[in-house]
């Protein structure tokens, strides 16, 4: 099984396929999400002190703060796998 990386800015590499939700940080539900896994201890804030503009959840159940639009990241994802795509079939 190959690992699928996608840069999530400032250097940080997910686990493309571990993914499961790319979200804006600015609706309550999310920011209850936040502070929960911030309580549990499993927040990952890799926005290097910027405001957060991405929430990434993955399925291990961690939550990682992004300085990048979700859109951003969502495009180098599936950037990502349309080049996968291409070098598979050649």
């Known amino acids: 099984m ?6 999530i800015g400032f250097g ?3 686990a493309a396929n571990r ?3 790319i979200v ?5 539900p999310i920011k209850r999400i936040v502070q929960e896994a911030r309580e549990k201890g499993v927040l ?3 926005t290097y002190g910027r ?16 300085a990048v ?4 990241v969502a495009n180098r994802l599936s950037i990502r796998e ?9």
Request: proline share 4%; aromatic share 0%.
């Open 2 to 7: 190959e690992i699928k990386l996608v840069n």
């Open 12 to 14: 940080n590499i997910v």
């Open 19 to 21: 993914i499961i939700a």
């Open 24 to 28: 804006s940080p600015e609706s309550a």
């Open 44 to 46: 990952v804030d890799a």
């Open 51 to 66: 405001r957060t503009r991405a929430v990434i959840i993955v399925d291990s159940g961690h939550i990682i703060l992004s």
């Open 69 to 72: 639009q979700p859109e951003t």
């Open 82 to 90: 349309n080049n996968s795509h291409i070098i598979d079939e050649e």
